[in-house]
C-alpha cells in the first residue's frame, strides 16, 4: 500500500524532474522525448547511449543534463591513445610517503561523459565494466566504492566507422538504454538558430536540482509499484528476442531488469505510483534494440533491431487490470480505471 509519505515523495518528484527538464529542453530544442528517456535513466539509476549522426547535439545533451544537476561532473574525450588507468586512475609511489598513492581517475564523478566512446581501444572500454555494472573499480587489489548518484552517458557516431572500436556486446548491454536525438524540425532548427547565434546557451545553465535530491528521487522510484501482470509481460517481451527468427543474440536478464526499472522511472515522471503496460511499450524499443543482433539474412534484407522490437510488441498480448491479456495496442486499457495523472 502506498503511503502518505510516498505520495509526498513522486509529488517531489515530477516537481524537481519538471525544473530539470526545462533546464535541459532550453538547450536542446524540439526533443521533448528525448530530454525525457535521459531522466527516466538518471532515476532508474541506468547509463545512457547516445548515438546519431554528427552535429545533432549528442554532446551537450549530456553536458546539459550533467550541468542541470549539481553534483561533480567528467567529461572524458576517448580517443585510440587513451589508456585504462586514464578512466580508473592509477597507484603513483609517494617518495616523502614511502608509499603508493592512489590518484582516482575521471570515472570517480558522479556523472561522467564519454564522448565518442567508440574511438577508445577494446582494452580502454572495458575499463568501464566494472564501474558501470557494480559502481566500483579495482586498483592492485584494492576496491574503491564510486560516488551516489552514479551515471555514465556516453555518445558515439555510427555512421563514420573509420578508426572506430565497435562497443562490445558485454558494454552495450550495460547502458539502459538508446536514444537517437535526430534532426531538428524546421521551426526548431530556426529557434536554434537565434538561441545559439550569439553564445553557447551552456554557458548560461545553473544546476536546478542537487545530487541529495536525485537519491531521493530514486529512492522514491523504487516504491513505485508494479503488478505481476506487468512483470510477466516484460518477461515475455524479452523472452521473445530469444527465439526471434531475425535475431542471433536476444536480450538478456539484465536486459528485463532494466525494462523494469525504466518503466518504474516512467510512471513516476507521470506522477503514478503505478506501472502499467504503456510504461513497458513506450520504452521497449529504447532498451532492447541496442542490445540484439540481427542475423546475416536479417542485415541482407535490411531489418534492423528496432524494427524487431516493433514486431515482437505487436504480436505480444498485453495484460488489463482484471488479470486477463487482450491484443495488441491495447495497453491503455489496464488503467482505464484509474484516476487521472499530471504527465510531464
Not at 83 to 111: C, H, M, N, W
Not at 276 to 285: E, G, I, K, R, T
Amino acid at each position: 500500500m502506498t503511503t502518505y509519505d510516498d505520495r509526498a515523495s513522486l509529488t517531489d518528484l515530477t516537481t524537481t524532474a519538471e525544473r530539470v527538464r526545462r533546464s535541459v529542453e532550453s538547450v536542446i530544442e524540439g526533443k521533448p522525448e528525448v530530454v525525457r528517456l535521459s531522466l527516466t535513466v538518471l532515476l532508474a539509476e541506468g547509463h545512457l547511449l547516445i548515438e546519431d549522426v554528427p552535429g545533432v547535439g549528442k554532446t551537450m545533451l549530456a553536458k546539459a543534463l550533467a550541468r542541470s544537476v549539481d553534483c561533480t561532473v567528467r567529461r572524458i574525450q576517448f580517443t585510440p591513445d587513451l589508456l585504462p588507468s586514464d578512466i580508473t586512475g592509477v597507484s603513483i609511489y609517494d617518495q616523502q610517503r614511502r608509499d603508493f598513492e592512489f590518484k582516482p581517475g575521471a570515472i570517480f564523478a558522479q556523472i561522467v561523459i564519454g564522448d565518442e566512446i567508440n574511438r577508445a581501444s577494446p582494452k580502454t572500454q572495458s575499463a568501464l565494466l566494472e564501474s558501470m555494472e557494480e559502481r566500483q573499480v579495482t586498483i592492485d587489489g584494492q576496491t574503491y566504492e564510486l560516488p551516489s548518484p552514479f551515471m555514465v552517458v556516453a555518445t558515439q557516431n555510427p555512421v563514420e566507422m573509420e578508426g572506430t572500436y565497435p562497443l562490445p556486446e558485454a558494454q552495450r548491454d550495460r547502458f539502459m538504454a538508446r536514444v537517437s536525438i535526430g534532426y531538428p524540425s524546421a521551426d526548431a532548427e530556426f529557434q536554434m538558430l537565434d538561441v545559439h547565434g550569439a553564445a553557447s546557451p551552456l554557458d548560461d545553465l545553473q544546476p536546478v536540482a542537487h545530487a541529495h535530491d536525485i537519491l531521493k528521487l530514486i529512492d522514491a522510484v523504487r516504491t513505485v509499484h508494479v503488478a505481476d501482470a506487468i512483470r510477466r509481460y516484460a518477461v515475455e517481451l524479452v523472452s521473445a528476442t530469444r527465439t526471434h527468427p531475425d535475431l542471433r543474440l536476444g536480450a538478456s536478464p539484465r536486459a528485463t531488469l532494466h525494462l523494469l526499472r525504466a518503466a518504474k522511472a516512467s510512471a513516476a515522471l507521470s506522477g503514478r505510483d503505478y506501472a502499467l503496460p504503456d510504461d513497458v511499450q513506450a520504452l521497449a524499443v529504447a532498451v532492447l534494440a541496442h542490445r540484439l543482433l540481427p542475423t546475416a539474412q536479417a542485415q541482407l534484407n535490411r531489418r534492423t533491431s528496432e524494427q524487431v522490437v516493433r514486431d515482437i510488441l505487436q504480436r505480444t498480448s498485453v495484460p488489463t487490470a482484471e488479470g486477463r491479456t487482450v491484443q495488441p495496442g491495447a495497453a491503455a486499457a489496464y488503467g482505464a480505471q484509474q484516476p487521472g495523472v499530471r504527465r510531464l
